[in-house]
């Protein structure tokens, strides 16, 4: 009898070659939350950008709008071993946000209306790889998947994609976020099945 170890398949045939291991498909898009789905009204939403000298930059809901939206489409990937393909997007580009930031930072602890943080390293956020997103297939992001602004990673487990984004903190050293802390993995690569701190 053969022995595979878990991953050792590869990305599977060619008919799924977007689905990382250990995921199965799903056509609805589940609602997972780590706390009560908080609401924030837009006139009240505001991101807080602060960079590792404390020096802060703030952005309204209408200033978000000023800024150049690109749509997206992406395949995300939950760490409860879901995956959806080719959702519909429309936000703003983290190069965008964070243009006019100057910072020698690594890190980045994202924060949500709600008490929720994550950690990334800065470059995972950087190269068209990361967005502030405000609408989902067309429609206005609704507060239970994150509205209205949530935080879009797609080549990572979605619990980095941050619901109800309010701030980014830009750090020198990598500081665990709320499921980081409670054992999760730090980086998360669907790819590398990346769940839990040992994997």
């Known amino acids: ?17 977007r689905l990382p291991p250990g995921q199965h498909l799903t056509d609805d898009f589940p609602v997972l939350s780590a706390s009560v789905t908080p609401l924030i ?14 020096e802060q930059q703030h952005l309204t809901w209408d200033e978000l709008m000023a800024l150049p939206a690109e749509h997206i489409v992406a395949d995300i990937h939950c760490v409860t071993r879901w995956s959806k393909l080719g959702t519909r997007w429309e936000g703003v ?3 965008t946000v964070l243009a006019e930031m100057t910072t020698e930072a690594t890190h980045v602890l994202a924060t949500s209306y ?3 943080t994550t950690n990334l390293p800065l470059a995972e956020l950087r190269g068209g ?7 989902y297939d067309g429609q206005e992001l609704g507060a239970l998947h994150g509205g209205p602004v949530r935080l879009l990673v797609p080549h990572l487990y979605f619990w980095k994609s ?22 999760y993995h730090n980086h ?11 994997d």
């Open 129 to 135: 790889k990361a967005w502030i997103v405000y609408r």
């Open 1 to 17: 009898m053969a022995v595979v170890n878990r991953g050792f398949e590869g990305r599977g045939e060619a008919s799924d070659r």
């Open 41 to 54: 009204p837009k006139d009240k939403w505001e991101l807080t950008i602060t960079s590792e000298t404390r």
């Open 93 to 95: 580009s983290l190069d």
């Open 162 to 183: 941050a619901k109800w984004l309010n701030g980014l903190r830009l750090l020198l050293r990598d500081e665990p976020g709320f499921w980081e802390s409670a054992g």
């Open 114 to 116: 709600g008490g929720y």
């Open 188 to 198: 998360g690569d669907p790819w590398r099945e990346q769940r839990y701190e040992f």
